[in-house]
C-alpha cells in the first residue's frame, strides 16, 4: 500500500492507483451517481470494497467501488469550509459560547502520517457544523490547545476563570474537550463555579471529525440543543450513548467516567440514568433537584495539587505511603476495596499519616455502590483511625475535591458534604 | 430500640418485646401456622412487619406479624448445623474439593455486636447447604480464615500450593473467598497454576450466610454444579448474577472484577459476556477455546512484590515514581487515561524509570476496551520511550500477572503474550 493512499488496501486501493491518486486529492467519482469531494484516508480494520470522500456540505460519504465509472481529480484542492455561511447573530436564538481547549474533536487525521492531530480552533469547528446556525448563535473561543491527558489542574483555573469572567453573558457555554480527561475538568467546573447561572456542557468526540464514524457533530449539536432547550443550570457531558446515532446522553459532570478506551458511548453516568438524553432532536428529562446543593453563585476558583488518589491492592507497597509523609502531600484519596477496605498491612503508616494530621479519604475501586464501613472489622478499624468514608463519590471526583477544598482552605467537612451533585443521595 | 433487637423497630420490635426475646433466642412463633427456629437480626433498610426466623432446615423465612397468636421461647438453643446428615461420599457423584480461605461467605452476624465476623469453617459451610449431598461429594478443608482485604500475595502463594499438593485428585476444586480481592487471587491462580488439569473455582458472598437476602448458598450451589456438569478445566468466578434469584455466572478468572461494593451481582466480566451460566440448576454456554494458552500443566508457584498498580490523574505527584526509582520496585503498571496515556508532565520521569532498567506496562482506567498507542502523539511518545502497551489486560490483572513474571523470572515479553484467557484476543 502506497504512503499516498493511507489505509487503502486491495481493490479499493488498486482503483485509486489506477487514476493515479492520493489521499487529500479533490475529486469528482462517477457511478450511478456523482459526488465531489475530499479523499479521505482509510484505517486498518475498514473493507476494500469503499472509498470515503468528504463532502463539501462537510459530511462523509462511503462510495462502494463496484459502479464506478470515471474518476476526476480537480487541481485545486476547495476546503469544505469555504462554502459555510459565516454565522449571522439572530435575536430569536440562544447565544451560547462555544470553547474550544483541544482534544479529538478539534483535531483531524494528518493525511501524510496518518496521525490525529488537533488543528481546529473553536471557530472552524462551529464553521464544520453548519446544523448549529439554526439552533443558536455560537460565539466561538480558543483557550486551549491540548489533548486532554496534558490538561493540568492549572489549565482547570484558566478554563473556570474564563467562564467566571465571561459566561454569565450567554445563555450557556459549550466546553470543546478532550475525552480522556473530560470528567476530571467537569468535575472542578463543579465545585470552582458552584451555583454558575448558566448551564456549562463538556463535550467531545472519540473519533476525529474528518473519520466516517466520528460523533464530533452529533455531540457538539447534543450540547448545543440541550442549552437552546434550556436545561437547568449546572455542569453536563454530553457524549454520544448506545449504538444508534442520534442518541447523546447529558451526564452530571460529577456522576460520569469514561469507561471504555474506544467506544462512542464510552461515558457513563455511574449508578444512575443520565440526566437528560437528545434523541430525535428532542430533549428528554428533567432531574428532580438542582444540579448544585446551594442557590447562590459562590465562585471559588482555586485548587492546589496537594492530593493523591492510591489504588490498594493486594502485595500494595506501603513504602508509597510513607514517601508521601513530610511531602507537600496533605490529603489521600484511597480507592480501596469493596465497601472501602485496605488490607491491615496498611495500618500502620495510616496511622502515621494521620499522625501527621493528613486527610485520608475513602472512595471504592468497585466504583459503583457506595462505600460502608460499620459493617466488617477492616472498616470500623479505618474509621476508627480517622479514616473518612466519601460515600458513593467516584474515586476521580473525590480526588479534585479535594484538591479545590484545599486550594481554598475549606474545612475537610466539606469531603463529605453534597455540593455539586457528586453524590447520589 | 433495645441492643437485644437487633434492627427490629416500629411493630415487630413491640411484639418481640411483649414476648421478652432477644436475637439469638430459639423459639416457636405460632400465628396460621407455626415456625421453629433461631430469632435473627433485621438491618436498618428493613420494614417493621417481620420477623425473621431461620429454621431447622437451615433456611430463613420471614414472618408477618399481622397474625402472631403466640410466642414461646425454648430454653436451648439447637443449632440448625445438627440435623444435617454428615456426608457420605457416592461412588456415583464427583468428587469436590472446598477451601475455604475466610470472607463473608464463612462469616455469621454477631448476634449481640451485630458485625459479620469470620465463623464457618469449611465443613460448617459444606454443611450448611445441605443441597450440595445430592449433587457431589464434597471434601471440606480450612487453610486461611482471612477477610480477601486482608489476603496478600504470600496467601496467594499458599493457596496455589495447597491446590498443586492435592488437587487433581478431585474433580474439581471450589475456593470460597471474601469477595473484595477474589479476581486478584483468580488470576494469581490462573498464572501460577496454568493448565492444571481440573476446574477451579471461587466463590464468595456479599451477604452473610444468616441474612435473608444472602446468597452464599446460591453462589455454592452455582460453583458445585459447573464443577459436577463438567465444564472445562480453568480458574473461574461463580458468583449471583442479575436481579433473579436463580442464575449464578462463571466469568474467567482473569477477565472479572467487582463492580459494585455491596449488590449481589457486583462481578461482571469485563468486554464480553460471563463464560457459563447457572440458570434454573442447568449449566449454559460452552466457550470456544481452553482456558489456558499451552495444554500441559506447568505449574510456576513463585511471586514476587516488586511491581505497583499506579493510576494516573491530572495533578498526579510524579515523585511518587521518583521514589520507587531504586527503591525494590522493578516494574510499574500505570492505569492511564483513554487510549493509554499519561501527561506530558511525567515522561522525564518515565524515562529515568527505562533507564533505570523498570518494566512500564500500560493499561487504561476506563476499564473497557483495549489500550491504543499509536493513535495519538502521547501514545507513541510513551511507545518510543518503552512503554509497553498491555492490549486490555485489566490493570488489577497486569498487576498480579507482572508479580508471578518477576517472581518466576520469565522475560517481560510473557507480558504481552496470552496464558490464561486474560487478554480477550
Known amino acids: 500500500m502506497s504512503s499516498r493512499l493511507l489505509g487503502y488496501r486491495g481493490q479499493a486501493a488498486k482503483l485509486l492507483q489506477r487514476f493515479n491518486l492520493s489521499v487529500g486529492d479533490y475529486i469528482t467519482i462517477k457511478s450511478d451517481l456523482s459526488h465531489t469531494g475530499v479523499l479521505m484516508p482509510r484505517y486498518h480494520y475498514s473493507d476494500d470494497a469503499h472509498i470515503i470522500l468528504k463532502l463539501d456540505n462537510g459530511y462523509n460519504v462511503g462510495i462502494s467501488i463496484q459502479n464506478v465509472d470515471t474518476i476526476t481529480r480537480h487541481d485545486v484542492m476547495v476546503s469544505p469550509e469555504n462554502d459555510v455561511p459565516p454565522p449571522q447573530a439572530d435575536a430569536g436564538l440562544p447565544n451560547i459560547l462555544l470553547l474550544s481547549t483541544g482534544g479529538t474533536i478539534a483535531s483531524r487525521v494528518d493525511y501524510r502520517t496518518g496521525a490525529v ?175 448544585y446543593h446551594d442557590i447562590s453563585y459562590t465562585p471559588r476558583i482555586n485548587q492546589v495539587r496537594d492530593a493523591s488518589l492510591i489504588k490498594y491492592h493486594p502485595g500494595f507497597d506501603v513504602s508509597i505511603l510513607e514517601n508521601l509523609i513530610g511531602s507537600s502531600c496533605r490529603a489521600v484519596i484511597f480507592e480501596g476495596t469493596g465497601l472501602g477496605h485496605v488490607g491491615r498491612e496498611a495500618y500502620d503508616v495510616i496511622k502515621k499519616m494521620r499522625q501527621n494530621r493528613m486527610f485520608v479519604g475513602m472512595t471504592s475501586q468497585c466504583i459503583d455502590g457506595r462505600v460502608g464501613m460499620n459493617v466488617y472489622e477492616s472498616g470500623r478499624d479505618l474509621l476508627q483511625m480517622g479514616v473518612v468514608p466519601l460515600h458513593d463519590m467516584l474515586s476521580e471526583v473525590a480526588l479534585v475535591k479535594m484538591m479545590w477544598v484545599l486550594g481554598n482552605e475549606l474545612s475537610w467537612d466539606v469531603m463529605s458534604r453534597p455540593m455539586a451533585s457528586e453524590m447520589a443521595v
Chains 1, 2 share one sequence.
Open 117 to 291: 492531530t488537533p488543528t481546529l480552533d473553536a471557530a472552524d469547528l462551529s464553521q464544520s457544523v453548519p446544523e448549529l446556525y439554526g439552533m443558536a448563535n455560537i460565539h466561538p473561543q480558543e483557550i486551549l490547545s491540548e489533548y486532554s491527558e496534558n490538561i493540568t489542574p492549572e489549565h482547570w483555573l484558566k478554563i473556570a476563570t474564563h467562564i467566571h469572567n465571561t459566561g454569565s453573558r450567554y445563555d450557556g457555554i459549550v466546553v470543546a474537550h478532550g475525552t480522556d480527561t473530560m470528567h476530571y475538568t467537569s468535575t472542578f467546573l463543579s465545585f470552582a463555579l458552584a451555583g454558575f447561572p448558566v448551564p456549562i456542557i463538556l463535550t467531545g468526540s472519540q473519533r476525529s471529525s474528518d473519520r466516517a464514524s466520528s460523533d464530533a457533530t452529533l455531540n457538539l449539536i447534543g450540547a448545543v440543543l440541550a442549552i437552546s432547550h434550556s436545561i437547568q443550570r449546572g455542569v453536563y457531558i454530553a457524549m454520544h450513548s448506545g449504538t444508534s446515532d442520534d442518541t447523546v446522553s447529558i451526564h452530571a459532570g460529577t456522576r460520569v467516567r469514561k469507561n471504555h478506551t474506544s467506544s462512542r458511548s464510552a461515558f457513563r453516568t455511574i449508578g444512575g440514568e443520565p440526566l437528560y438524553m437528545i434523541k430525535e432532536g428532542r430533549l428528554h428529562g428533567q432531574p428532580r433537584h438542582d444540579y
